[in-house]
């Protein structure tokens, strides 16, 4: 298990940092599979999306052992700022085919959408080596 003092406040990490790392894919090991286990191959992260509704558009995922899926990727420090931010409640989140955060404090495995569908998640704490973390805390110390 890590120790939490390499990265000792969540804060200190701002979410678009965390959206660079997802868009570079920039991970010690390539994710293989969501919080539920169910395998998972990234051939496309999206298009960053600047204005209202879900991080980045028109990302194509290989879900499971031959489902394609293409929408939307919501990203986030977080596991609970799925529901703190609304977005379960919130229909222009419905097109959203994975979460992804940083630290999963719920144990949740997935979210649901306004419309009721169930939402993959990925949790990227694990893929990250030691180094990259404090590069990303130290990132985060300079960014205003």
Partial sequence: MRA????QRVEDIRQRILRCLWFDQ???TPPKHT??????RVFTP?????????DFRNAALKLGPSRTVKGDIEVHLR???WTKGGHDKDASY???ILVVCLWNDTGQRAVRTAG???V???TLEPLLSDEKLCELQAAAMRVT
């Fill in 26 to 28: 920039a991970f010690a």
């Fill in 46 to 54: 999206g298009w960053w999306n600047l204005e209202d509704g879900p």
């Fill in 94 to 96: 419905n097109g959203v």
């Fill in 79 to 81: 596991a609970s700022d």
């Fill in 35 to 40: 919080d539920g286990g169910v395998p998972l």
């Fill in 120 to 122: 993959p998640q990925l």
């Fill in 116 to 118: 009721g569908a169930e």
């Fill in 4 to 7: 939490r003092s390499k990265v």
